[in-house]
């Protein structure tokens, strides 16, 4: 069965733009989660959705957004982007509340300049 | 708030060895414990699944317990290869949906 996928792989962003990333789930899983990873602060949780509602918010500004989609695919939003922001974005899908484990996908690279 | 510790940072073996990796947690409430590898620049393999009402899992090479109660789970690895170099992450899954990491266990191991 396919993977979780992420789109894009890599972007490269401007300070002060703001930057659209996209997850698709495994097929048949609801719940989909955003980390955010960085080589100072290791994985940051930064939300999960589950039937299209948020369901947990980590400590992020809220620049950081997101949504899911009836299709449980979620997009996840940075708005007026900081340098800081430059980090390996991970998306991981599961049933729900970690039912069979998370899955993740290959990650979105965002490099802020 | 759940808080997880991986130990140690580093680990440099030559190959053949066997090797523990250490992870706790502090909060013993959890829905179940998941162990991942990661290569540089890539994202997050799973590698064993423990429920919370589990004591262990195996998977070739790997073993992973978990002792929930006292808030502890080891990765061993039998037999190590120098593909075996990542590094592994233990998470913890809480009844709050979502999902806690430690900071992993950068591992070596030398031909």
């Known amino acids: 069965k396919a993977g979780v996928t992420q789109t894009p792989r890599y972007l490269i962003k401007t300070r002060g733009q703001q930057v659209t990333l996209s997850c698709s789930p495994i097929?048949?899983?609801?719940?989909v989660s955003w980390y955010q990873q960085t080589p100072g602060q290791g994985l940051q949780f930064l939300f999960e959705?589950?039937?299209?509602?948020?369901?947990n918010k980590g400590n992020f500004p809220g620049r950081f957004s997101g949504r899911q989609f009836s299709n449980s695919r979620s997009e996840m939003n940075v708005s007026t982007l900081e340098l800081g922001d430059s980090a390996l974005y991970l998306c991981a899908s599961s049933l729900g509340q970690g039912q069979g484990g998370y899955t993740f996908g290959s990650g979105t690279r965002l490099t802020v300049v | 708030k759940q808080e997880v510790t991986q130990i140690p940072a580093a680990l440099s073996v030559p190959e053949g060895e066997n090797l523990v990796l250490n992870c706790s947690f502090t909060d013993s409430a959890i829905y179940n414990l998941q162990w991942f590898r990661q290569d540089p620049g890539k994202g997050l393999t799973s590698l064993l699944l423990i429920q919370s009402s589990q004591r262990e899992q195996t998977s070739g090479r790997l073993n992973a317990s978990l002792d929930k109660s006292s808030g502890r789970s080891t990765l061993y690895i039998a037999a190590s290869q120098p593909g075996d170099s990542a590094t592994y992450l233990c998470a913890v899954s809480g009844n709050n949906n979502d999902m806690r990491f430690g900071a992993g266990t950068r591992l070596t191991v030398k031909p």
């Open positions: 959705y589950f039937s299209e509602t948020q369901r």
């Open positions: 097929s048949g899983h609801r719940s």
